[in-house]
C-alpha cells in the first residue's frame, strides 16, 4: 500500500514542478502521540488491566499445577478409569488455561486499540487542521518512515501540531 503511494506521489512530482512552490510538510507523528497526555493515562490504564489478567492467570497456573502434581503422586494407585478421568481433568485444565491465556491477549489488544482511537483521530485532525493552515499539499509521516528525501526546505509540522493539540 504504502509502495503504490510513494508511486503515485513519484509519478506526480513532474507535474507539481510546473504548480507554484509545492508544500510538503512532515511530523514524526509517535513523538507526538508518546508526548500527548492521553497516551500515558491509557498506558496506565492498560498496565493495570494486564496486571489484573496476568494475576487471575497465575491463579489458574498454579491451580493447574496443584492438580498435575496430585495426580503424578496419585497415579500409581489410580483405577485405570480414574487416571483416565484425572488425565482429562488436568488435561482440561490446562486448555482452559491456554484458551484465557490467548483471550486475554486478544482483548488487550481490543481495548488498546479502542482506547487509542479517538488519540489517534484527535492528532490526525490536528494534523489536517496544520496541514490546511500552512497549506501544504502533503504531510509525510517520518515515524512511518515515509520521508524519502528530505530538503532544507521541507517544512518539520511537529511543534506546530503540538502547538494545536494544546501541548505547547
Do not use: C, H
Amino acid at each position: 500500500m504504502k509502495k503504490m503511494f510513494f508511486m503515485a506521489v513519484l509519478a506526480l512530482l513532474p507535474f507539481l514542478a510546473n504548480a507554484e512552490e509545492a508544500k510538503f510538510g512532515y511530523i514524526n507523528s509517535y513523538e507526538v502521540m508518546m508526548a500527548m497526555p492521553e497516551v500515558s493515562k491509557i498506558e496506565e490504564y492498560m498496565a493495570d488491566y494486564n496486571k489484573k489478567n496476568q494475576e487471575y492467570l497465575q491463579t489458574m497456573y498454579t491451580e493447574l499445577q496443584a492438580k498435575a502434581a496430585k495426580y503424578e503422586e496419585e497415579k500409581a494407585t489410580l483405577s485405570e478409569a480414574m487416571r483416565k478421568v484425572r488425565e482429562e481433568e488436568v488435561q482440561t485444565m490446562y486448555e482452559r488455561f491456554q484458551n484465557a491465556q490467548s483471550s486475554f491477549q486478544d482483548d488487550a489488544q481490543k481495548e488498546q486499540t479502542s482506547k487509542l482511537e479517538p488519540v489517534r483521530q484527535k492528532l490526525q485532525d490536528a494534523i489536517n487542521a496544520v496541514g490546511k493552515r500552512m497549506g501544504l499539499m502533503f504531510v509525510f509521516d517520518k515515524a512511518a518512515g515515509a520521508v524519502l528525501y528530505q530538503s532544507d526546505k521541507a517544512i518539520d509540522i511537529t511543534a506546530a501540531v503540538k502547538k494545536e493539540l494544546g501541548m505547547i
